[in-house]
């Protein structure tokens, strides 16, 4: 496994972006965590979203503020994965479900351990905000993920339906 950088995402890097979010449809996953909707929104509409979110005087009405970055390969620029990281839970969704931290590797570079050094690069950032601990949501059947927040100092304190039905895990890593 080679290192990561958390990188914010800029207009040049919107093929890659784009081959990224491909990547997730392909693999017949509609839904990239922690991608602050990309997964729903056209590039440079996403790009405006992320960069209004990220500041307190134009976050969303509905949402908190939050820093997006893209998990990047330095040795060859390859986008690994995505990670949100919400300064707070000041949001209905993110303090039952959401969390401080949301986060995805794409299908072709999983199990190789980036989940886990992207999350640690996540918590770092955390603290340098100002958070003392934060919370993280999966579901109870996505072991990887729950391996991965386990790995990181996580603390599993509910289990509790999602929207779906499915039971999600609650975990809080303090900082």
């Given at each position: 496994?080679?290192?990561?950088?958390?990188?914010?995402?800029?207009?040049?890097?919107?093929?890659?972006?784009?081959?990224?979010?491909?990547?997730?449809?392909?693999?017949?996953?509609?839904?990239?965590?922690?991608?602050?909707?990309?997964?729903?929104?056209?590039?440079?509409?996403?790009?405006?979203?992320?960069?209004?979110?990220?500041?307190?005087?134009?976050?969303?009405?509905?949402?908190?503020?939050?820093?997006?970055?893209?998990?990047?390969?330095?040795?060859?620029?390859?986008?690994?994965g995505m990670i949100d990281i919400r300064h707070n839970l000041n949001n209905a969704f993110l303090l039952e479900f959401g969390g401080?931290?949301?986060?995805?590797?794409?299908?072709?570079?999983?199990?190789?351990?980036?989940?886990?050094?992207?999350?640690?690069?996540?918590?770092?950032?955390?603290?340098?905000?100002?958070?003392?601990?934060?919370?993280?949501?999966?579901?109870?059947?996505?072991?990887?993920?729950?391996?991965?927040?386990?790995?990181?100092?996580?603390?599993?304190?509910?289990?509790?339906?999602?929207?779906?039905?499915?039971?999600?895990?609650?975990?809080?890593?303090?900082?």
């Open positions: 496994m080679e290192d990561l950088s958390l990188v914010r995402p800029t207009s040049a890097l919107k093929s890659k972006a784009n081959d990224f979010k491909q990547e997730f449809f392909d693999f017949g996953e509609p839904v990239i965590n922690g991608s602050a909707l990309l997964d729903q929104l056209e590039f440079d509409d996403w790009l405006i979203h992320t960069q209004k979110n990220s500041r307190p005087e134009t976050v969303q009405p509905n949402w908190v503020v939050s820093n997006t970055f893209f998990a990047v390969r330095p040795q060859d620029g390859q986008l690994i401080h931290i949301g986060y995805a590797v794409r299908p072709s570079e999983r199990r190789k351990g980036y989940a886990t050094q992207m999350l640690k690069l996540a918590l770092a950032y955390a603290k340098s905000i100002g958070l003392k601990k934060v919370m993280l949501g999966c579901y109870a059947d996505n072991a990887a993920s729950y391996k991965t927040i386990l790995k990181c100092g996580g603390i599993l304190t509910e289990t509790k339906p999602y929207a779906d039905g499915k039971p999600m895990h609650i975990y809080w890593i303090t900082l």
